[in-house]
């Protein structure tokens, strides 16, 4: 199969990514025949409920990357915040393209644009686990929770931590 | 998938002693394809992308992909120093890594033989000269027994010029750490300065196309500069004999079907396939097309028709499909397909559903007496810790200042 510019641009990231990984982030392709599709794992950082937690996520690569973002799904749940929806899928601003914003309320400059790259998202997550958003939430009784019951928000948090980590 | 892992890139120094090398190329590479810059070209907003990259990207969205700062492909012009920076780098790469590396397991493996700091960069540098170009004939010895004095004066005359001097080899390899190295100009003597001056003025008329290749040939000087000028002059001329047409844009909007078949044939390029489709090959063969005529070495029509192709099958009409995979963005997308999209996900519509009848169904039940007090309770044990972050941070424990609400924060 021919490479395209996204595979090539991809095999770029990967390896900038396993030679000179960014702290508490691992990602790569599942399997190297499919570039467009990778597998993550995000440490929780600390100082926050998530501390202690390894949180896989799935991207999915469009095949015009990166004119579009990917998107980036958390596997096996348990990841409840306000801007996870219940099914994983990740809903910050940096993986949507500019343009129309439904929402609006996001900047611009925020979200995606070719020169962003896997790295990038995969710190805005680990930022976006620290510091919710909670103006446009995609997992509306987490971020009620966030808002009204912070001590139950984080109670929650841990146990799913500890859920996921198998204890 | 054919490609190995060892694509050249800019963490290949990393490891190495010219680490500090990896910043250096990871800026002469393209921020959205991150290669090396293909026929670099500038934006309005002065920021520099392969020709080819920066066409795809207005033509998708119409903005700088780095200041998001509004463009037109027409107003993209060439960026040749950054490209002579490339090719000069490019030149070296090969043996400078082979040295960092071999001097990266020469290190780990514990030789701590003699000459460790000093000779590392004038290995290189050496290698660089007999390659490339002897811009400095002298060696590196016979520059340290010069006075300091003459090194700044040198220095001084030629610190105006240095600064736009289109490639030095010397400079691409410069070691930070060797401190009282001061890079070419110091070696530059009077005579020297005064043809480097002559080469400026005749590249610059280059830039311009003004320059007749034959009268770099024929420009006389010393031994080394006449070599600097063969490599110099091994380039072709800027611009081609007969200038590359650029295509221009189509308003697809008011063309039938029919008529826009019509110009695909006479553009040479397929035309089947849905109109959408059509439009986007248009484009994509537009972009292709345009960057090529910025490059200093055209590529011909059945090139480009190949690329074309490998563009057909991996993002055009016989891209594999991926319904599963589409990403759930094209919400915001122009051609979004409803249809399709209820279809993906309809287990996700049949969840909502499901979730918001259960909701209706408690308000319902909430509203009977027993059940509202008990809910009532609820809230109220809520209220307590739904105060403001400054009223929980003095109750509870340290955790949740990490916490603090910090809005619209989230991602930069």
């Known amino acids: 199969m021919a490479s395209s510019v996204a595979q090539k641009r991809l095999f770029h990231e990967y390896k900038n990514l396993s030679t000179n990984p960014p702290e508490g982030i691992t990602a790569g392709p599942v399997s190297e025949d499919d570039m467009f599709y990778w597998e993550a794992l995000i440490e929780g950082p600390g100082g926050t409920p998530f501390e202690g937690g ?12 990166p004119l579009s973002p990917p998107t980036m799904k958390f596997v096996g749940g348990g990841v409840w915040h306000p801007n996870v929806y ?8 940096i993986l949507h393209p500019p343009g129309d914003d439904p929402n609006h309320y996001e900047h611009a400059s925020e979200r995606w644009s070719p020169i962003q790259s896997v790295e990038k998202i995969l710190i805005s997550v680990m930022s976006m686990l620290a510091e919710p958003n909670d103006e446009s939430p995609a997992n509306v009784e987490a971020a009620k929770m966030w808002r009204e019951r912070r001590a139950e928000y984080e109670q929650k948090v841990r146990d799913e931590v500890r859920k996921g980590l198998g204890l | 998938m054919e490609q190995s892992f ?8 990393l490891g190495t002693p010219l680490s500090l090398l990896a910043p250096l190329e990871s800026s002469l590479r393209c921020q959205v394809c991150k290669d090396f810059f293909d026929t670099p070209v500038i934006t309005s907003c002065s920021h520099t992308f392969c020709s080819l990259c920066i066409r795809r990207c ?12 509004g463009d037109q492909e027409l107003k993209l012009r060439r960026n040749w120093l ?17 040295l960092a590396k071999k001097e990266a397991a020469r290190i780990a493996a514990g030789d701590n033989g003699a000459p460790e700091t000093v000779p590392k960069k004038r290995k290189v540098s050496q290698v660089d000269n007999t390659e490339a170009t002897d ?17 700044a004066q040198a220095q001084a005359q030629t610190d105006g010029q240095d ?18 190295f001061i890079p070419g100009s110091a070696l530059v003597t009077q005579d020297q300065l005064q043809d480097q001056l002559k080469i400026q003025f005749r590249q610059s008329n280059r830039h311009s196309g003004m320059l007749n290749p034959t009268a770099i040939r024929g420009f006389k000087s010393n031994s080394s500069y006449s070599r600097l000028l063969q490599v110099q002059s091994r380039q072709p001329p800027i611009s081609p004999s007969k200038p590359l047409d650029r295509l221009p844009a189509m308003n697809y909007s008011l063309l039938k079907d029919i008529q826009l078949r019509k110009k695909f044939r006479d553009l040479g390029i397929p035309d089947w396939g849905p109109r959408q489709l059509l439009q986007r090959r248009h484009t994509e063969w537009m972009n292709l097309w345009n960057a090529n005529c910025d490059s200093t070495f055209p590529k011909t029509k059945k090139d480009l028709l190949r690329e074309l192709d490998i563009w057909e099958r991996t993002q055009g009409g016989f891209a594999p499909t991926q319904s599963s995979l589409m990403p759930t963005n094209t919400v915001m997308a122009k051609d979004f397909d409803a249809a399709q999209w209820s279809v993906n996900h309809e287990t996700d519509f049949k969840r909502l559903i499901a979730n918001a009848r259960k909701k209706s169904d408690d308000q319902v039940r909430s509203t009977i007496p027993g059940a509202a007090q008990s809910s009532v309770s609820n809230t109220a044990g809520v209220d307590n810790s739904a105060q403001p972050a400054s009223g929980v941070e003095r109750s509870a424990p340290i955790e949740i200042n990490s916490d603090s609400p910090a809005p619209g924060d989230i991602s930069r």
């Open chain 1, 54 to 65: 390894v949180f896989a996520a799935e991207l999915k690569f469009p095949k015009d990357y």
């Open chain 2, 163 to 180: 600064r736009s001097r289109p490639s030095s080899f010397q400079e691409v390899i410069e070691d930070s750490q060797d401190e009282d």
């Open chain 2, 82 to 98: 950054v490209q002579e920076i490339l090719e000069a780098f490019k030149n070296a790469r090969e043996s400078a890594l082979t």
């Open chain 1, 86 to 93: 219940p099914n994983g899928t990740v809903c910050i601003s």
């Open chain 2, 58 to 69: 207005l033509s998708t969205e119409g903005k700088c992909p780095t200041c998001r700062s």
């Open chain 2, 6 to 13: 060892d694509l050249p890139d800019s963490t290949d120094w």
């Open chain 2, 135 to 151: 811009i400095v004939q002298g060696s590196p010895q016979r520059v340290r027994t010069r006075s300091r004095s003459q090194m």
